[in-house]
Nanobody, 123 residues
């Protein structure tokens, strides 16, 4: 499975962005997917994840109520809708997939990674 993340950019606090993660491979629909981010000087952290069929999602507390993860298995794509962005959301965002169908929060549980897309939120 190969993953391609896109949709990052420079926005102001309070704005919205939607990230996309396009996957190759017919088995992607059976994989759980996650979004991670790495802010400058910090380690990569889990942001949100979605199960293989979209029936289960999980969010880190700092983004609950602002971010929404979704997927369209017909298009082999996972989305991250980010609303009410804050300067502390500034990071490189990575999408990831794991062969198990259910979400895990550790980056070590993910087998495949996209290249990352930069999100910068100015105050």
């Amino acid at each position: 499975v190969q993953l391609q993340a896109s949709g990052g950019g420079l926005v102001q606090a309070g704005d919205s962005l939607r990230l996309s993660c396009a996957a190759s491979g017919r088995t992607f629909s059976s994989y759980a997917a996650g979004w991670f981010r790495r802010a400058p000087g910090k380690e990569r952290e889990f942001v949100t994840g979605i199960s293989w069929n979209g029936g289960s999602t999980y969010y880190v507390d700092s983004v609950k109520g602002r971010f929404t993860v979704s997927r369209d298995n017909a298009k082999n794509t996972v989305y991250l809708q980010m609303n009410s962005l804050k300067p502390e959301d500034t990071a490189v965002y990575y999408c990831a997939a794991r062969q198990g169908g259910y979400v895990r929060t550790s980056r070590f549980d993910y087998n495949y990674w996209g290249q990352g897309t930069q999100v910068t939120v100015s105050s």
